[in-house]
């Protein structure tokens, strides 16, 4: 079974500072997604990685993608209060018809 | 933009009844999935489905049917609802089928409470 991991699972960081999300999943896969999701609410699409050495950008958010270390990361560039949610990342199988998501970071941005 | 619509954004219902969550979505996608988001224990998949009538058994499939009888609609059936299937249930669609994918899309989300 395939294993997503996110660290750290709390984050707390002033406005204006930078910071790393983590993603490291178990198995073999070229596709790697980036959600957010603000409490009571679903899931927004953040990125969608579909290569190995993918980067995308969007504002002050930035993900990567190392398939061959079987790492993504999500870098936060100049936090502003807005940022503050749960960030997922998920995998799918290479087969396609599993879907898995990791155990989600929680963002606070303090002013 | 893609549209995942679920019919109901909260529910109660009894323990023992069949409860129908239906889903829609707009842009002809063929990947379809139903999964719930729990506290401490994160979001897990239910059911994907990749087409018309085919369907794959997420992590957690025990005490769940679904239906998709047609592209845009994926139904999750709890054929007797117990206490501990209540949740917020999440259904999302991508386009490019089996082996493809090109991003999921979710809906608002149901949640559903058994009493």
């Known amino acids: 079974e395939l294993k997503v991991e996110q660290n750290p699972l709390f984050l707390s960081m002033q406005e204006g500072k930078n910071y790393t999300i983590y993603c490291n999943y178990s198995?073999?896969?070229?596709?790697l997604y980036w959600y957010r999701q603000d409490p009571g609410k679903s899931l927004e699409s953040l990125f969608v990685?579909?290569?190995?050495?993918a980067v995308k950008q969007e504002g002050r958010l930035m993900a990567s993608l190392d398939t061959k270390a079987r790492l993504s990361t999500l870098h936060i560039t100049a936090a502003v209060h807005d940022l503050s949610a749960t960030y997922f990342c998920?995998?799918?199988?290479?087969?396609?018809?599993?879907?898995?998501f990791g155990t989600g970071t929680s963002l606070t941005v303090i002013p | 933009d893609v549209k995942v619509t679920q019919s109901s954004r909260y529910l109660v219902k009894r323990t023992g009844e069949k409860v129908f969550l239906e889903c829609v979505q707009d842009?002809?996608?063929?990947?379809m999935f139903w999964c719930r988001q729990d506290p401490g224990l994160g979001l897990r998949l239910i059911y994907f489905?990749?087409?018309?009538?085919?369907?794959e058994k997420g992590d957690i499939p025990e005490g769940y049917s679904v239906s998709r009888e047609k592209k845009e609609r994926f139904s999750l059936i709890l054929e007797s609802a117990s206490t501990n299937q209540t949740s917020m249930y999440l259904c999302?669609?991508?386009?490019?089928?089996?082996?493809?994918?090109?991003?999921?899309?979710f809906g608002s989300g149901t949640r559903l409470t058994v009493v």
């Open positions: 999302a669609s991508s386009g490019g089928g089996l082996g493809v994918n090109y991003g999921y899309t």
């Open positions: 198995t073999t896969s070229d596709r």
């Open positions: 990685l579909l290569s190995n050495g």
């Open positions: 998920a995998v799918d199988s290479n087969t396609g018809n599993q879907f898995y």
């Open positions: 842009m002809d996608h063929e990947n």
């Open positions: 489905s990749y087409d018309v009538k085919m369907k």
